[in-house]
């Protein structure tokens, strides 16, 4: 069986994730490719201490062009701020290496289609991270939107819901900050994992009308004193899709202030015949509506069955994130390898570049208090 080595910059919550992920690569059912994770990079040498348990890293350093120099790393997953996306993804893509990218690939417009243009003159495979999609749950919402059971779709509601941010006296970091994350704030943390199903659908809004809240402006600095947070908690974007010829409205919600949620990701389609609609709120639970003589909705019990690539584990139990975490980085291997047949794949450059214009759209729209046209051809 054919191994792929890969490196890792930014060996935090996420970089961990995908280690733990690595090492229970077995537990896929017939898979056609294995994996090792040879490198990781970080500036603190306490998480790099994590690492020193996995049996295959060859190499712990605070200098990523260590990492980028060596030969046998074949992919590089890079977790690091928004504000340092274009500089790593283009070094590593300029390193021979194929990309996997945290979203919102790149802090702006700007650094996201460069991105995209430079892995597409290199020829180097990119894809971006969105993990929740990969549950059953969400996957069983497309069958039903595309089995065309629901009939002319009437309404679309989305979202990702935090409420991290709850607590005012919650120390300031740089998802916070504008410098670090974007003047898109919420929106590029959250809003990828938001539009990775609808994109994938082809429901592009056409436009928008955006609701932006900063709620907390400031926050301790973890120094004694106060630090300023300029970024956007809230985001209600209010657009529009063309589906089968018809104007269908779809709303999608990002919030890290979200009362009663704590890492909430949902979405919901209804129709003339019928809808359906999945929350993490309930993993494990897909609600069906039938319009016929009567109106009803219908509770169905998902398990580990539905997932994109079978494993060992039972199908009548549950999953969690650590599984769905696993399905994408197995998504984006074989679809590397060229043998995703047809299967869910993980997001695009071309989709993470949509979600920019979008975001973009959104912020003008709040800007001047107007309806925006989204534009997927413009420069910038």
């Known amino acids: ?4 080595n890969i490196g890792i910059i930014g060996g935090g919550l996420m970089g961990r994730e995908a280690a733990s992920a690595f090492g229970r690569w077995f537990v896929l059912n017939d898979f056609p490719v294995n994996v090792a ?32 120099a060596r030969e046998d790393i074949d992919i590089v997953y890079v977790a690091l701020p928004h504000n340092l996306h274009k500089e790593y993804y283009l070094e590593v893509l ?26 597409k003159r290199l020829g180097r495979f990119v894809r971006c991270s969105s993990e929740m999609p990969f549950l059953p749950g969400p996957q069983r ?15 679309i509601k989305a979202g990702f819901l935090h409420s991290s941010d709850l607590d005012p006296a919650k120390p300031i970091n740089w998802k916070r900050q504008n410098k670090f994350c974007g003047e898109i704030g919420v929106m590029g943390d959250l809003g990828m994992h938001v539009l990775h199903v609808p994109l994938r659908l082809g ?27 300029d970024t956007w908690n809230n985001a209600s974007l209010h657009t529009q899709v ?59 019990d998902l398990g580990f069955k539905g997932m994109v690539f079978p494993t060992i584990t039972g199908g009548i139990f549950e999953p ?20 995703l047949n047809g299967r869910f ?12 214009r979008i975001f973009n759209a959104a912020l003008k729209s709040f800007t001047n208090n107007t309806v925006e046209e989204i534009n997927y051809h413009a420069q910038t």
């Open 1 to 4: 069986m054919k191994t792929v």
């Open 37 to 68: 994770l040879k490198a990781v990079c970080d500036l603190n040498e306490a998480v790099l201490s994590w690492y020193q348990a996995i049996p295959t890293v060859a190499l712990l350093t605070t200098n990523y062009k260590e990492l980028l």
């Open 94 to 119: 300029a390193a021979g290496k194929d990309l996997l990218a945290e979203k919102p690939f790149g802090i702006d417009l700007d650094a996201a289609i460069t991105i995209q243009e430079e892995a």
């Open 141 to 155: 919402v497309m069958q039903e939107v595309l089995s065309g059971k629901l009939g002319q779709i009437i309404e």
């Open 203 to 229: 429901w592009m809004p056409e436009m928008v009308h955006a609701q932006l809240q900063k709620i907390i402006t400031e926050r301790p600095d973890g120094k004694g004193g106060k630090a300023v947070c």
């Open 242 to 300: 063309e589906i089968g010829g018809n104007r269908v409205p779809m709303t999608l919600e990002m919030k890290r202030m979200a009362a009663g949620e704590t890492n909430t990701w949902y979405i919901e389609v209804l129709g003339t015949r019928g809808g359906v609609r999945y929350s993490t709120k309930d993993t494990k639970t897909l609600w069906i509506f039938t319009c016929q003589d009567e109106q009803f909705w219908q509770r169905t």
């Open 320 to 339: 969690g994130f650590p599984d769905c975490f696993m399905q994408m980085l197995a998504a984006y291997v074989v679809e590397r390898e060229g043998a």
């Open 345 to 356: 794949g993980c997001v695009t450059p071309e989709e993470a570049v949509a979600s920019h």
